[in-house]
């Protein structure tokens, strides 16, 4: 294994754990999930990071997902210093907002209408806030495993950061509060059905990523999203597509059009924001119209639609509708994981991967699971050597095995035989 130097990243670890948390600013950071310090960033540009001490590394997490077309992409940066140039936030709206609502609406035929708020979770924790009050009824189904940003109705058995670090619940969530979200088996459509026939009339919504990527990357089975939106509909519930991660990232459409699936409300984040703090929840006008002003359900945000952050969307998803964008991108990740495990295997090492679009996963166990259960069986200590293996070799991966990985419109072929180079030099 190639000796790193990461004298300075470890210097500014200790420095942040004087003021900040845990030395970080979202837990999973840490890199508790992998032991060791975490990697201190200086820039990024393209496929590639680089490291307070210099170090390049190619990146497969490009920020949890929204780098779509690499980092400090020209365009987007344009766009972002255009729109600085005029204001950096006015807290009013911007014709910028109607601009971008106009174009995720336009792939997306179930949302008539949006809210933009500032983060995955903002969007998320609204879009059930309406689905409650739509339906006038409390409860939550979520899936084992999911993760659906920090609000407290979603901290029940989630996934990403909160399975990473092994908390099954937080404290801090009010137990009448926690009682009120239901956890089944990701997959898992009996489970649902069951949960229906206890539950049916108190259940609001159920919320989904419809391609789980906080316990690696996951995808539905065949039939899996249907049945949800079937059992919704029979019963008078709301299906709530979380689509932060697969929005425009798995394809144009999402999940929406990967599936054909359309659920009640879609939330947004990531690659909306193009690298900036965005999300958005839609739906048909119908259910928007419940939301504030037009409706009692309440909701607001100052920086909600703010214009470095439209613009970063506008310039990040606009180029994505050319054809042919998804094929190149979505057949790096195939090649990537596929080609990953196979020389794994042939070192003895139990290993398989799950990719959808350019959501990727690697899992240290022989078959690639179906639920968080089988996600969690993968060997943790394997997948801790491979990664500080692919770090020492210059391949910045999530310091998780609970998170999905990532593929943007840069990464080259180049890229993939070094990464390729990188797997073969890995010892048992
Ligand atoms: N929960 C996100 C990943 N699935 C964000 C993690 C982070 O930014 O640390």
Known sequence: MTQLNLDRSKEL???????????????????????????????????????????????YVLSWGP???????????AAVAASAQKGTSFGAPSALETSLAKRICSHYPSVEKLRFVSSGTEATMSALRLARGVTGRDKVLKFEGCYHGHADSFLVKAGSGVATLGLPNSPGVPS?????????????????????????????????????????????APGFLESLHELCDRHGALLIFDEVMTGFRIALGGAHEVYGVKP????????????????????????????????????????????????????????LA?????????????????????RLREKGVPASSNHVGSMFGIFFRDQAPRNYAEAGEADQDLFKR???????????????????????????????????????????
Request: net charge negative; glycine share 12%; charged share 20%.
């Open 13 to 59: 670890f200790e420095a942040s754990q004087e003021v900040l948390v845990g030395g970080v600013n979202s837990p999973v950071r840490a890199f508790r999930g992998v032991g060791g310090s975490p990697i201190f960033f200086d820039r990024a540009k393209g496929a590639c990071v680089y490291d307070a001490d210099g170090n390049e590394y190619i990146d």
């Open 67 to 77: 780098m779509i077309l690499g980092h400090a992409n020209d365009d987007v940066l």
């Open 176 to 220: 009448a509060l926690a009682e009120l979200t239901l956890n089944v088996a990701y997959n898992d459509t009996d489970a649902v059905e069951h949960c229906f026939s206890e539950h049916g009339d108190s259940i609001a919504a159920i919320i989904v990523e419809p391609v789980a990527g906080n316990m690696g990357c996951i995808p539905p």
């Open 264 to 319: 009640d409300i879609t939330c947004f984040g990531k690659v909306v924001g193009g690298g900036l703090p965005v999300g958005a929840f839609g739906a048909s006008k119908k259910i928007m119209s419940q939301l504030a002003p037009e409706g009692p359900v309440y909701q607001a945000g100052t920086l909600s639609g703010n214009p470095l952050a439209m613009s970063a969307g506008e310039a990040t998803i606009t180029p």
């Open 322 to 342: 050319e054809p042919g964008f998804y094929e190149s991108l979505n057949a790096y990740a195939k090649e990537l994981s596929e080609g990953i495990v196979s």
């Open 386 to 428: 491979f990664y500080w293996h692919m770090l020492s070799e210059g391949v910045y991966m999530a310091p998780s095995a609970f998170e999905a990985g990532f593929i943007s419109k840069v990464h080259d072929k180049a890229l993939l035989m070094k990464t390729f180079d990188a797997v073969e030099k890995f010892r048992l």
